[in-house]
Each structure stands twice: as structure tokens, then as C-alpha cells.
């Protein structure tokens, strides 16, 4: 069973900082991609930064250059430094990851989500 866990959300002024980490566990052979989306209220959910295993990084244009996507490869776990965070980056923020697992005698690769951490920037 493998399960991604988001934490670092939470409440900060225009111009502040926060870091998002998200481990994945569980029966894990590799992991190709991972990446963070986020979702506000009465919109759909959109992409915000991935990264791939060879740590190629690709951020949507609205945060580019001020978020900053990482790996943690002994761990599974990525990391997202948001920086000058502005009141439109308010939104639930979830992990994703592209993970090949082990099923009993066999393997899997499945997208897998977190199930969010809110962030809210306020004015």
C-alpha cells in the first residue's frame, strides 16, 4: 500500500515563505516522477512544479522563480520552497507522484495523490 503525506501548510503573510514536504512510503520499487498541484476554491486543480527521477525540474509560469521543487531520493520525499508567497497561491496543495510498487509476485506503476495541506496567504 503506498500512501503519500503532505506537511509544512499553513497560514503566511504576502512576501513570506513556507517549505511543503511530502514522503511517500510503502512497497516502492522507484518513483519516475513527483511533483506538486494545487486547487482553489471554485477552480480546478492545476499544476505547480514536478520533478522527474533524473531531478529535471518544471514549474508552472505563475511561480517560476519563486518556488523551488527538490528531492530527497534516499527518503521519497519532495519538497517545494515557496517563496514571495502572494494571496493568489492561497489553495490546497497536493502531492503527486508516478510510483512503481510491488503487488504481492508482480509490480504496478499507478499515479498516486496526498490528500492535501492547505496554504493561505493573506494581504
Known amino acids: 500500500q503506498v500512501q503519500l503525506v503532505e506537511s509544512g501548510g499553513g497560514l503566511v503573510q504576502a512576501g513570506g515563505s513556507l517549505r511543503l514536504s511530502c514522503a511517500a512510503s510503502?512497497?516502492?520499487?522507484?518513483?519516475?516522477?513527483m511533483g506538486w498541484y494545487r486547487q482553489a476554491p471554485g477552480t480546478g486543480r492545476e499544476l505547480v512544479a514536478t520533478?522527474?527521477?533524473?531531478?529535471?525540474?518544471n514549474y508552472t509560469d505563475s511561480v517560476r522563480g519563486r518556488f523551488t521543487i527538490s528531492r530527497d531520493y534516499a527518503g521519497n520525499t519532495v519538497y517545494l520552497q515557496m517563496n514571495s508567497l502572494k494571496p493568489e497561491d492561497t489553495a490546497v496543495y497536493y502531492c503527486?507522484?508516478?510510483?512503481?510498487?510491488?503487488?504481492?509476485?508482480?509490480?504496478?506503476?499507478?499515479?498516486?495523490w496526498g490528500k492535501g495541506t492547505q496554504v493561505a496567504v493573506s494581504s
Open positions: 503527486n507522484a508516478l510510483i512503481t510498487s510491488r503487488i504481492f509476485m508482480s509490480y504496478k506503476t499507478s499515479n498516486y
Open positions: 520533478i522527474s527521477s533524473d531531478e529535471s525540474p
Open positions: 510503502g512497497s516502492i520499487l522507484s518513483i519516475k516522477t
